[in-house]
């Protein structure tokens, strides 16, 4: 009997066991997974310059209105109490020190180049992702999608490609939404609630926020919306069959989508920092004029 076959090595060999088991199942299954969506990605992108097949008809704009129109009042409302949440939650600290016509600087710049992207992207992921996993899943499960693939009509190009361009073109816009109701709501409870200076409170929004913290948000926003179209397309087009595979389609489509996010605006914080010292140190700025 080898060494390793003696009773005191017996936890070695389970969790030997168990991490063979681990590494042939969900990380080769992420693998995969991961390799089918970098595909899918890639179809996408390439039939995106067939403008005329993705665009024809209704299939654009009614993609425009159900992911840009209809989500209005929810960003609407969702900004504006963030944005005075903020302001309540912040107000006593800033006037302790007397200093509380400074925290509209404070929050508009946290809106702008922090919380508003990630909140409206949160916000669509939940409402529009969702809804475009079930849609598509459903078209799956009713093989619709192969129905398509017999008339030889592309899905990606038919169905995926508008729905992505929606999502890319509109985020942003509800961004801009959200953040001006966000900035209103911080401005209506610091001014009027608080009663504060107003002219101190836009003059040091003034002085904090710059036309790069609106850009560094708006590339967030698009980011957002290009991994929210392609993660719930992905998993629209790949869910199980029957409703409960519909289902857990949806909830994944969240889930990921929401973690792609927060993973991703980590990373585009840092790249886009470091491109603001850039530009405020006057490399870029020399540049680019």
Known sequence: ??????PVFAPIRATGAVMQRFLHGP??????????????AYWTVRGIPFVRTWSRGHRLRSQLFIVGTTSVPVLVITGAFIGMILAIEGYLQFAAIGQEG???????????????????AVMLAGRVG??????LGTMR???????????????????????????VLMIPVLTVVSNLCGVMGGWFIVTRYFDADATTYWRYTAEFVAWTDLANGLVKSVAFGLMIGLISCFKGFNCRPGAEGVGRATTDSFVTSFIAIIMSNLFLAKVLNDLDLLYHGGLLRKVFG
């Open 141 to 167: 499960v009713t093989e619709q999608l192969d129905a398509m693939r017999a008339m030889a009509a592309d899905p990606i190009r038919v169905l995926v490609i508008p729905r992505v361009v929606a999502c």
């Open 102 to 120: 400074r925290l509209g600087g404070v929050i508009n710049i946290s809106l702008t180049k922090q919380i508003g992207p990630v909140l409206a």
């Open 130 to 135: 969702c809804a475009l996993t079930a849609e």
């Open 1 to 6: 009997m080898s060494v390793l076959g003696h």
């Open 27 to 40: 990380v080769a299954q992420f693998i995969r997974d991961l390799g089918r969506f970098s595909r899918f």
